[in-house]
């Protein structure tokens, strides 16, 4: 996701953990301000880029060698390189963060690690090995030539809420907190949690990559990449795959919530 995606499912996270794993994130971000997660939450994609962080690249997404549209799935042996993915790395950094013998400063990263991991693992290309996750299928959206990685990432996201702020990203997660407590998600929301287990890191991220990863064939790409490298996506393309984006979102504040407060307390 973009600024606007990682922040929002940051505040809406910051709407469901509990007072007690607020103060814990909020003692190791040192952090006590009203956006203490929001403003973590990009930091990941700004340190890939430098010569310190470039081993983290990598960790941003799984590579799944399928075949959408017809068959999407995710395997670990097959998709997680020895370097790691974002699985391995999710599992990595929520045992970083629970450390007692590394450095303050490392585990600060480890969280921002986890907050931000924890978002990109619900964008459906950030599942998907195609083209590396859709960054080389060309595409025109709003006129302008871009890639299919980049709207999923941006352009849709800022099309729905009409901006890329912080405060953008804070009044989406409002709507859509309202939505998960009491609104289109609530009945299913409870069952977001299945399968998640802090003891065994690697089978809960893969649920949720393997659940994310589902949408590459039914939503990305349902007619196959020629059917999306022809036409405008803003407008048509667009509809079909808004609603799946604003759930992935919801899902991910929600789920980034119950893992820090597993985290934090043991409990959600
Ligand atoms: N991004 C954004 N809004 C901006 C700048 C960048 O949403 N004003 C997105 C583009 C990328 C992501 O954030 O998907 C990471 O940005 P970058 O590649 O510039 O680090
Ligand atoms: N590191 C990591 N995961 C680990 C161990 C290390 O991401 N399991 C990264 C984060 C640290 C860097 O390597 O900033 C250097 O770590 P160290 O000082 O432990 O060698
Ligand atoms: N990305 C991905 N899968 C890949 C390669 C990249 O999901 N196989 C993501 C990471 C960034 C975006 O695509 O969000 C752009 O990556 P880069 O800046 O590395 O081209
Ligand atoms: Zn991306
Ligand atoms: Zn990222």
Redesign the pocket.
Known sequence: WGYLGHETVAFIAQNFVSQETSTWAQGILGDDGTSYLASVATWADSYRYTDEGEFTAGFHYIDANDDPPDTCNVDLERDCPEEGCIVSAIA?YTS?VQSTT?SST?VQ?ALKWVIHFLGDIHQPLHDEALEAGGNGIDVTYDGEATNLHHIWDSDMPEQLVGGSSLSDAQTWAENLTTEIKSGSYASSAPSWLDGMDVDDVESSAMVWATETNKFVCSTVMPGGREAVETGDLSGDYYESSIGVIEERIARAGYRLAAWLDLIATGET
Do not use: T
């Open positions: 990595n970083r590394i490392e990263k």
